[in-house]
């Protein structure tokens, strides 16, 4: 079947403008979770959604980040006023739900800040 | 906070020779996961030790859990070009959903 798909592959925005970046889960997994990826750095956890609650937000950097799930499948996370920091590679991961359950990344989305 | 450090922060070797990766922490974790990251992919699981001192093995890799449930190793046997990528270190907490990522070690295996 079909692996976690994100879009667009790569983003190149502004300094200022707002972005939002896609997640598509594998079918029937009920987790999800974004991690954010700088040159470096091992990848810093963000945010985790179970079906379309959110009940662990403490890795989001700043309340210009944000995050939705809808349907208990797509994901979309939000950043207003992107900063040059912000410049990553954004992963998207799903795991069919259950403490432990191997998370299944996606490819990713390259955001450049200008 | 909880803190995977991981060495050597890069590797380079020529095919045929052994290795071995390093993560480390202060911390201990219910668990610890070995990921490969290719360029322009997501991590891709390895292995998930979860038992103080448990060994496995995965062809040429064998995955090693300190018995204090605080340190990995990862070690190649003959490596080859295909082994090359970033390995990262991952550990999990008691919900295990909540992973914590060393920053990699980055392997070049050169033929």
């Known amino acids: 079947g079909a692996g976690v798909s994100q879009s667009p592959s790569n983003k190149v925005t502004e300094k200022g403008k707002d972005v939002e970046l896609r997640c598509d889960p594998i079918s029937g997994h009920t987790a999800l979770y974004w991690y954010r990826q700088s040159l470096g750095q091992g990848l810093e956890f963000l945010i985790y959604?179970?079906?379309?609650?959110?009940?662990?937000k403490s890795g989001l950097p700043s309340d210009r980040f944000s995050a939705e799930r809808t349907g208990g499948s797509v994901s979309t996370l939000t950043i207003q006023r992107t900063q040059q920091e912000d410049s990553a590679v954004y992963l998207c991961?799903?795991?069919?739900?259950?403490?432990?359950?191997?998370?299944?990344f996606g490819p990713g989305t390259r955001l450049t800040v200008t | 906070t909880q803190l995977l450090e991981q060495s050597p922060q890069f590797l380079s070797i020529q095919e045929g020779e052994n290795l071995t990766v390093y993560c480390n922490s202060s911390?201990?974790?219910?668990?610890l996961q070995w990921y490969r990251q290719e360029p322009g992919e997501g991590p891709v699981l390895l292995v998930t030790v979860v038992t103080g001192g448990e060994v496995k093995k995965l062809k040429r890799l064998t995955f090693q859990f300190g018995d204090a449930r605080k340190d990995s190793s990862l070690h190649i046997t003959a490596a080859q070009p295909g082994d090359t990528g970033l390995y990262l270190c991952a550990g999990g907490g008691g919900s295990n959903y909540k992973l914590t990522f060393g920053k990699g070690t980055l392997l070049t295996v050169n033929p």
């Open positions: 911390s201990v974790f219910s668990s």
């Open positions: 991961a799903s795991s069919l739900g259950l403490a432990g359950d191997e998370q299944y």
């Open positions: 959604f179970q079906g379309n609650s959110a009940p662990d």
